[in-house]
Nanobody
Framework: QVQLVESGGGSVQAGGSLRLSCAASGTIFTINAMGWYRQAPGKQRELVARLTIGASTTYADSVKGRFTISRDNAKNTLYLQMNSLKAEDTAVYYC??????????????WGQGTQVTVSS
């Protein structure tokens, strides 16, 4: 099993910054990808940013140029630097880890979520 613990959420005014962290532990094997997703009230969960094993990144159009995803491989920790925050960034942010096992299967794990609230 894999455990993901997010931190760094909070309340900030529009234009401000926050940095989210996601620490992974447990039987990780090989990380295929890690990413951040968010879910606002009444909306579906959506991809914010994703980082693959080959260091390829994907960002939602709404956050390009404002958010940066990164990873500390030695610490198995994923980060999301969020700058120029907007009210529409308000959501619960979830960390996701997609792992590859030695026997060829893939598993996906989610963190418990961290609230980000941006006031205008």
């Amino acid at each position: 099993q894999v455990q993901l613990v997010e931190s760094g959420g909070g309340s900030v005014q529009a234009g401000g910054s926050l940095r989210l962290s996601c620490a992974a532990s447990g039987t990780i094997f090989t990380i295929n990808a890690m990413g951040w997703y968010r879910q606002a009230p009444g909306k579906q969960r959506e991809l914010v940013a994703r980082l693959t094993i080959g260091a390829s990144t994907t960002y939602a159009d709404s956050v390009k140029g404002r958010f940066t995803i990164s990873r500390d491989n030695a610490k198995n920790t994923l980060y999301l630097q969020m700058n120029s925050l907007k009210a529409e960034d308000t959501a619960v942010y979830y960390c996701n880890l997609d792992r590859l096992t030695p026997w060829g299967t893939r598993n996906s794990y989610w963190g418990q979520g961290t609230q980000v609230t941006v006031s205008s």
